[in-house]
């Protein structure tokens, strides 16, 4: 991956305004010849400019003396802001007038392929006298544009609720059936006879999650027209990171076989009679019914189907996989959830919503396992000239908020802030509301799917602990393998998983 543009001249603007300090390019030297990747995309321009960055959070913090003051960087005569003091992350997620994020939604789009005339129809608001405006429209009562319209819905869907309800339980239904000892095929080289196996949790972990929420989002129809969907999902996701940077096709893409057979199988689904495709998910069908309404190609409207199937699949394996892997490795956080979730078990169902009031440990668990893996870094496009931090943010700009450097932040978290402690949590209940921990983004993007996440990642460690004793396989000399490091060798676009060959091997029996 290239990177060009940036100024040569190293100069602090801060001295001589109130903008914000300039990084300049003999300190990015520094940063990318001594820090591996902590990446971030994000779009500066109309003419799709996309970048990639690789801030190491020391260099970062050393530039303005640890004090986490906004500084820049400087390329293509762009300046790209990075936002890391908990205030200023708060203020510039409270400004929804003068920092947007549309201009980085419509690069996502035609990333993921959505075309141009789509674009043009999708942003334009229904106003009467429209070929296709509809008066008193059911779905888009509101009639706002197709894409402002597709984020309400999802946030519809996805927030506590009814519709919220029917995606859990379809969720919880499908791990069910996937999570059982005779059929750990997929994670594991035993017969499924034997009375005790050495599976992968990062392969349980990576199928059973997506294949219980493709299936909670689109019942069985992807999997009816494409048995290996979930293959192609987590194939896709292991290269996501090179559709956000639209590295170009020539280069032989990892990403390039999964995401068109994804593409083949959401296009199929598209065209499915609306009755035949029945068992999607309200969302879904009312995204569909709307594209419909406004014009939008069949390969436009599958992108966006294919974004949203996406954003449902990226983050939440790879957090079980870590709060899994904390639990193995420490028997007495394991006793405490194992004792926490058992008690959700009512005869023989989960109640989930006890495992959301009545399970401290496991939700701190959760939370510092969030906070340590998670590489989001969210960004706004600045429209008008705007002050965060005392410094003059100037339009046409972007800000990034690198959520690895807001986790990590010692005046914040303390002196050992990459040290894995749940106590944080525990002891202080607050810190999860606190503008240094934003894990699920916030402002006018906070993730709709939070609550959702939660409850997936809660009930399949209820489930897996319920239905399996589990431990760790130690080696032969009884020492327990050292615990996965994180990866970020390639861009982190929200939690990431373990370096590859860094799996935990968990030995199972039936309960
Ligand atoms: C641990 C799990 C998850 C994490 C860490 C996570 C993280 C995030 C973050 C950081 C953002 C903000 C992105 C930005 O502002 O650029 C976001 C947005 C979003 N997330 Fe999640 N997410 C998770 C689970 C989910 C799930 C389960 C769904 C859907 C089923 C989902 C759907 C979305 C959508 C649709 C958005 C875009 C919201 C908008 O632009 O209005 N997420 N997520």
Redesign the pocket.
Known sequence: MAFVGFHDQTENLAQRSKGPSLLDSTAYGNLFGQFRQALGAWAVSEVLIVKHINISPDIARNYTNRSHEIFTIQMLGKKLYIVTAPEDVAAVYKNTVSLG?DG??NDLLVSFGFGEEALRKAWHTPTPGDHNYIPNNPINPDQVNFIHHT?ET??M??LPGPRMDT?GSAFLEALHQSVQFDHLGFCTSAPPQAPCKHISLYDLCRFTMVDA?TRS?FGSHLHDINHCVVDHMLGFNDYAWQVFFRLPRFLGLGVSEPQSHLMDTLRQFVQLPQEKRAQATWAIQTVLQSSEHVGIDLESRTSVLLM?FW??????Y??AFWVIAHLLYDEVLKDLVVQETEAAWQSGALDIKYLFSHCPNLEAIFNEA?RLN?G????RIVLEKTIIGGKELQPGNAIIMP?RQLHTNEKVWGSNPREFNPSRFLKHKTMTRHSSF?????????????V???H??YGLIALLFHRFEMSLVVGEDGKKPEFPVLNDTTPGL??TGPLKGMDVKVEVRER
């Open positions: 994020f980085h939604l984020e999802f946030k869907q996805l995606i929420a989002l949203m954003a449902a699949n990226s983050n939440e790879n957090i969030l998670g989001a870094m969210v960004s959520s934003r894990p699920f983004g916030g402002g006018i993007t906070y993730c709709p799917g939070r959702l996440a939660k997936q990642v929200g939690i």
